[in-house]
Nanobody
């Protein structure tokens, strides 16, 4: 079993910054993908960014140039630095991890950007 715990969400004004953290624990032998999704109220959960085991990063067009992934492979941790936040970035942010053919989700952390 794998557990993911997100932190770092909060309320911020437009133009501000937040840094999300995701800590993974449990039976993790190798990580294929690790990333962040977000879900606004009444909308589907969308990909924000992910990083592969080889270190390749992929970002949604809406966050390119503003959001940056980083990771600590020794700690199985993933971070999302979010700059120049916009009201449309508001939502619940979920960490996702893919390992050994299975996917796992965290409980989410709320990000609210006020205009």
């Amino acid at each position: 079993q794998v557990q993911l715990v997100e932190s770092g969400g909060g309320l911020v004004q437009a133009g501000g910054s937040l840094r999300l953290s995701c800590a993974a624990s449990g039976n993790i032998f190798s990580i294929n993908l690790m990333g962040w999704y977000r879900q606004a109220p009444g909308k589907q959960r969308d990909l924000v960014a992910f990083i592969t085991s080889g270190g390749n990063e992929n970002y949604a067009d809406s966050v390119k140039g503003r959001f940056t992934l980083s990771r600590d492979t020794a700690k199985n941790a993933l971070y999302l630095q979010m700059n120049s936040l916009k009201p449309e970035d508001t939502g619940a942010y979920y960490c996702h991890l893919s390992t050994m053919g299975r996917g796992y989700w965290g409980q989410g952390t709320q990000v609210t950007v006020s205009s």
